[in-house]
């Protein structure tokens, strides 16, 4: 049963998709408690820290004073008609919410980028000039008997990662599939969930700073076709250990190897995404291989999603000529408000109250949840509620396999991104 009434009346929910991570667990029990919701199974601190937060409702605003929702719709409305350059930012919200900002763009004349799409190019950059051979969240649990961590701390990004995609004990295929060896290259990065699990066989640290882990991959792609390199220094590795990891990746039945662009930030880190991906390409040639990329915060996945089913470019993309125009560094979101050049921020973040605007002296429409506190007052604030806890919603996965429907799990005033950015369209 996916929901029944409790004993106080109140909704408890099973099987609920969780928004507040890129890997939108869909198996969370959630139940009242007084006002709000409790998590009552398979939540993590962060899905804890998202459902629970307490429901506020508070009035929309114009220069920090309440208003009616019309009136600020109004005004946002006017605000945008008057721009010369609107930036839609930040982008937080759920597939509905991406469509109508993308309507609204293309209507006011403005530029669309998303807030974590610096991380998000070091991928995109990677699949538009060389592409990629990855798998999915599912083929990596049910097949994977290795997993390679490159770079990034999948412990703190995604909580339940290890607990639902490499320690599960069955797979699709067998009751009692073969242990796995998991490898961490990186330096601090917490393993500590693997601990005791009887589905990990040997789990191996190699300290690699995040900026040679391309050094380590590459030099593995020229020892797989035989080049000979000399030294016993590879990244900051020896060479015996470096060794040891491609034999290990040719026995494979089936590798993967995880990163996550947001962990990869340092210049040119693009470089690394390629090197790893060219490494599973070519290993691809003798045994089975694919990449993981995690992330997706913030709906991230889903923005970068819909701007590509909209305009064929996955975000940073402007509407100022009336047609679709993409220019991945003219059309960044933190590029045009340093250069000064938009006159106008609308800021998008339904999720999380830590995805504030970045601190900009253009006045601002703030489309966030009632507790996201700005550097500056916006010219119009609207509080709007959160997919899959005050309203329904779609939600892309982070590898992109599968879109998640939420649900609206308590009753709240709050409307949705998506019902705003329409009425303002509308009033444009
Ligand atoms: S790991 Fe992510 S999706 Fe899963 S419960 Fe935690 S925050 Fe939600």
């Known amino acids: 049963m996916n929901s029944q009434k409790s004993s106080n009346g109140a909704n408890h929910f099973e099987n609920v998709a969780c928004p507040f991570c890129g890997l939108h667990c869909d198996d969370l029990e959630i139940g009242p408690s007084g006002d709000g919701l409790k998590v009552l199974k398979n939540g993590c601190a962060k899905a804890v820290a998202g459902f629970e937060r307490p429901l506020v409702e508070p009035n929309p605003q114009v220069d920090g004073k309440d208003v009616s929702l019309d009136e600020a719709i109004a005004t946002a409305a006017r605000l945008i008609k008057e721009s010369r350059l609107p930036i839609f930012g930040g982008l937080g919200t759920d597939i509905d919410g991406v469509r109508s900002v993308i309507a609204l763009a293309e209507k006011g004349g403005g530029i669309v980028d998303h807030a974590l799409s610096d991380g998000s190019y070091r991928n995109y950059r990677v699949m538009q000039s060389s592409g990629w051979v990855t798998t999915t969240l599912t083929e990596a649990r049910n097949r994977a008997d290795l997993f390679i961590i490159a770079g990034c701390d999948v412990q703190k990004m995604h909580p339940r990662f290890f607990e639902r995609i490499v320690c599960n004990e069955a797979s699709m295929f067998s009751d009692t599939p073969p242990k796995r060896t998991v490898v961490f290259i990186g330096e601090g990065l917490d393993h500590s969930a693997l601990k005791g699990q009887e589905r990990i066989g040997e789990v191996i640290t190699l300290p690699v700073k995040a900026e040679r882990i391309g050094e380590v991959l590459d030099t593995m792609r020229a020892l797989n076709k035989g080049a000979t390199i000399p030294g016993n220094d590879i990244g900051g590795l020896p060479r015996a250990a470096v060794d040891d990891l491609l034999a290990r990746c040719k026995a494979a039945s089936y590798g993967v190897i995880v990163w996550a662009p947001s962990s990869l930030g340092f210049p040119s880190a693009d470089l690394t995404v390629q090197a790893v991906n060219e490494f599973v390409k070519e290993i691809n ?144």
């Open 285 to 428: 040639l003798t045994s089975r291989f694919a990449g993981l990329s995690l992330g997706g915060s913030e709906g991230s996945t889903s923005a970068g999603a819909v701007c590509t089913w909209q305009s064929g470019f996955p975000l940073r993309v402007s509407y100022t000529s009336g047609k679709p125009d993409y220019d991945v560094e003219r059309y960044s979101l933190n590029r045009l408000l340093f250069a000064k050049e938009g006159d106008l921020l609308l800021w998008l973040a339904s999720f999380s109250p830590d995805l504030t605007p970045p601190d900009t002296d253009i006045p601002m429409i703030l489309l966030g949840t009632p507790s996201i506190k700005p550097a500056r007052t916006p010219k119009v604030y609207i509080p709007v509620g959160t997919p899959g806890v005050d309203h329904t919603g779609v939600l892309m996965r982070v590898d992109s396999a599968v879109s998640l429907p939420l649900r609206k799990l308590r009753q709240s005033k709050l409307p949705s991104a998506a019902s705003v950015l329409e009425k303002i369209e509308a009033a444009l």
